[in-house]
Nanobody, 122 residues
């Protein structure tokens, strides 16, 4: 019913920048919130940042001042601009959306993307 597709991952040098994107499509009535999570090898999936449809943002302490989350409501797309990246930022980055689905009333459902690999290395 709802699909999330991430893009923009890749290899970046320490101190560099990278932007990842996530586009939501399908039977979407509205999106309440979108967020970015990371999962490093052998570790749990961890929240990096979220943004509401009204533009309210929330960041994990370790990415504050380096990462910026933004959302294009018209395109149902969320972005994560990653600056001053560090080797510790290496992970698979997952997008999550809280969606009100067409034809299912006001219930909200969580959807995940397939993930995009970000590797920070020289």
């Amino acid at each position: 019913q709802v699909q999330l597709v991430e893009s923009g991952g890749g290899l970046v040098q320490p101190g560099g920048s990278l932007r990842v994107s996530c586009a939501a499509s399908g039977s979407i009535s509205s999106i309440d919130l979108m967020g970015w999570y990371r999962q490093a090898p052998g570790k749990q999936r961890d929240l990096d940042a979220t943004i509401t449809s009204g533009g309210i943002t929330n960041y994990k302490n370790s990415v504050k001042g380096r990462f910026t989350i933004s959302m294009d409501n018209a395109k149902n797309t969320v972005y994560l601009q990653m600056n001053s990246v560090e080797p510790e930022d290496t992970a698979v980055y997952y997008c999550k959306a809280i969606v009100v689905v067409l034809g299912r009333g006001l219930a909200k459902f969580a959807y995940w993307g397939q993930g995009t690999q970000v590797t920070v290395s020289s």
